[in-house]
């Protein structure tokens, strides 16, 4: 059976310049999927603007796109997201099959790296939130974030994730890897 490909966006804050990496992404990697874990379109109180804040222009690039879309709702979603964007965005939570194991989403402001739903030994826990890239194993369970596209915190650089049949790796916006874990 062949491992889907999985694209991991989370934050982009309604920045053009991080909807466009997303696009460039799917170009070079063609996933079967996108895993999208919230704070879409609003940039929220604590974060500052982005440079490219460009919200309508970013409804229309995540529309585009939105039959490949499986979502959460980061912290910043509203209902009034749900009103533009073209895929569900108010689930807390979201669980994807990815071979023999589970792939629990979450945006990390519910469910979280310290708190944690019931998984198995394998499984996989992907959050966004902290904007900071992590890949690591604890307990039996994996614990993945691919930074934010738009607003990467503690110098990181601006990042997605891409699940495929190595692992999890988190890519920097020129396409490169940053850090990966084998799955």
């Given at each position: ?156 650089p601006s990042s997605y994730g ?22």
């Amino acid at each position: 059976m062949k491992t889907e490909k999985l694209l991991v966006v989370s934050d982009i804050h309604g920045a053009l310049a991080g909807a466009e990496t997303l696009l460039s992404a799917i170009e070079k990697h063609s996933p079967d999927w996108i895993l999208c874990l919230g704070d879409v379109l609003y940039h929220g109180p604590r974060n500052d603007l982005p440079e490219t804040y460009a919200p309508k222009k970013v409804i229309e690039i995540m529309n585009s796109i939105s039959e490949k879309i499986i979502a959460v709702r980061g912290n910043c979603e509203a209902e009034v997201d749900q009103m533009v964007l073209n895929f569900p965005v108010t689930a807390d939570y979201n669980i994807v099959p990815y071979g023999n194991r589970r792939i629990f989403m979450s945006h990390g402001h519910v469910y979280g790296p310290d708190h944690l739903p019931k998984l198995n030994q394998g499984d996989i826990f992907l959050s966004g939130h902290t904007h900071i890239p992590t890949a690591y194993e604890k307990d039996g369970i994996f614990l993945l974030n691919p930074g934010s596209i738009s607003l990467p915190k503690q110098n990181h650089p601006s990042s997605y994730g891409l699940f495929d049949e190595s692992g999890f790796t988190v890519m920097k916006d020129d396409h490169t890897p940053y850090m990966h874990i084998d799955l």
